[in-house]
C-alpha cells in the first residue's frame, strides 16, 4: 500500500475521532456530512490494496455474488438502524460501482506502466475487515445526514463538506470525479452542487 493511502487512512480515522457524532438537521450543520464524506474518502483509499490484491492473484475486478450479498445485509441493517433501505442500496451500490471504476482505472495504468511488485496486504484478512467495519460506519452516517436529504440545498452542502473535507486532509484530487459519484445518491435531489 502506498505511503499516500496510508497516510490518508490514517488522517481520516484521526479526523473521524475528532468530529463529533451528533445528530444532524437540515439547519446549517455539515458535521454529519463531513464524516460521511470522510467515511467515503477511507473506502475509496481501500480501492488501491484490493486492486493491488486481485491483480497480482489474477482475479476479476468485480464478484457481483459478493456484491450482492452485501448489498441484501446492507438494507437489513439499514431498515434495523433506521435508515430507508432503498437509500442505503442505492448509496452502496455508488460505493461499490466507484470502487470498480478506481479498480479498472489502476489496472489500465498497471498495464500500460510498473505495476506493483510489492506484495499486496490480504484480501481476506486485511482489507474485508476495514470494508466491513466502514460499511457499519456508514450505515450509522445515513442515518444522520437523512434528515437533510429533501433540503433544497442538500446538494451545495455535500459540495461545501466535500471542499472542507479536502482542506482537512491531504486529499488525492485525482479521486475527485469518484468522490461525486460515490456521493451522487446522498441528497434526493442527486448529485453534488457546486460551491459557491
Sequence with gaps: MSLFIR?????????????????????????????LVALVS?????????????????????DTPREDA??????????????????????FRDQIDTSTQVQKSLFDTWRTSQAPSDPAPDLATA???????????????LARVQPM?????????VARSVASWKELTRYDSTRANAMTQALGHVCESGGVGGVA
Excluded: Y
Design 149 to 157: 436529504r429533501q433540503a433544497p440545498d442538500c446538494p451545495a452542502r
Design 127 to 141: 482489507t474485508r475487515p476495514q470494508l466491513d467495519q466502514l460499511t457499519a460506519r456508514l450505515i450509522g452516517a
Design 70 to 91: 452485501l448489498l441484501a445485509d446492507v438494507q437489513k441493517r439499514a431498515a434495523a438502524a433506521g435508515v430507508d433501505p432503498a437509500f442505503a442500496r442505492t448509496f
Design 42 to 62: 477511507q473506502r475509496l483509499a481501500l480501492a488501491e490494496p484490493v486492486a493491488h490484491w486481485k491483480w497480482q492473484h489474477h482475479k476479476p475486478i468485480t
Design 7 to 35: 497516510t490518508s487512512a490514517r488522517c481520516a480515522a484521526a479526523m473521524l475521532f475528532a468530529l463529533p457524532f451528533t445528530s444532524a438537521h437540515a439547519d446549517g450543520d455539515d458535521t454529519a456530512l463531513t464524516n
